[in-house]
């Protein structure tokens, strides 16, 4: 499967401000996916990056809040905006191991965000 | 929207001991994965499991997809295996993948 660096690992950052996250695939792939998973929570899906157009974002995520960029087929950012307490939480990027929907899914290895 | 749950949400074993989790979802859906999350947050893919059982090892899962549920046995445990155990279905309506609420598994030497 796709081996996916995805940084910085975790930081710290202040009210108020914004952090971008980097994910990187060592392949071209179709499908790449933001997640959020809040403390003791499950995952829950922010946007599908998509490869040269907007990004599509799910119910409770706009874009001036999690702007998402794609590039091209390795890489892919999410800019947590404006930052409140209530954003920290790790921050997934994951793949679609065959380019589909039905097929497996994985992970980077989480931004882990606290915000003060 | 399909709810996928998950039982036990915790669970505490003692090393060697056997263990099943269990993955009931509301609706028909076109896949089932297992994810493990360790104690650093890392998300591990185990299986990709729509129909039928596969092992990989201690571990094997089965999926019933007329009666919606999917199973993950644990056999033999160890230290290694505590994290959050998550299933994720996709909607066959929305393509979407929808995790399930998880299960905290601690496996105490």
């Known amino acids: 499967s796709a081996v996916i660096s995805q940084k910085p690992s975790r930081d710290i950052c202040q009210r108020g401000t914004s952090l971008t996250i980097q994910c990187q695939v060592d392949?071209?792939?179709?499908?790449m996916f933001w997640y959020r998973q809040q403390p003791g929570q499950s995952l829950t899906l922010i946007a599908t990056?998509?490869?040269?157009?907007?990004?599509?974002?799910e119910s409770g995520f706009v874009i001036d809040k999690f702007p998402i960029s794609r590039p091209n087929l390795t890489f892919s950012t999410l800019t947590v905006s404006n930052m409140s307490p209530e954003d920290s939480s790790i921050y997934l990027c994951?793949?679609?191991?065959?380019?589909?929907?039905?097929?497996?899914?994985?992970f980077g290895n989480g931004t882990r965000l606290t915000v003060t | 929207g399909i709810q996928v749950e998950q039982s036990p949400p915790d669970l505490i074993l003692q090393e060697g001991a056997n263990s099943t989790l269990r993955c009931n979802f509301s609706?028909?859906?076109?896949?089932l994965q297992w994810f493990h999350q360790n104690p650093w947050g890392q998300l591990i893919n185990l299986f990709y499991?729509?129909?039928g059982t596969k092992q990989n090892g201690r571990l094997s899962a089965t999926t019933v997809a007329t009666e919606r549920y999917s199973l993950l046995y644990i056999s033999s445990s160890q230290t290694t295996d505590s994290g959050v155990y998550f299933c994720?279905?996709?909607?066959?309506?929305?393509?979407?993948?929808?995790f399930g609420t998880g299960t905290l598994l601690a496996v105490q030497p």
């Open positions: 994951s793949v679609a191991e065959s380019g589909e929907y039905n097929s497996p899914l994985h």
């Open positions: 994720a279905v996709l909607s066959g309506a929305t393509n979407k993948l929808i």
């Open positions: 499991i729509p129909s």
């Open positions: 392949s071209q792939v179709t499908m």
């Open positions: 990056a998509n490869q040269g157009s907007e990004a599509t974002y």
């Open positions: 609706d028909s859906v076109n896949n």
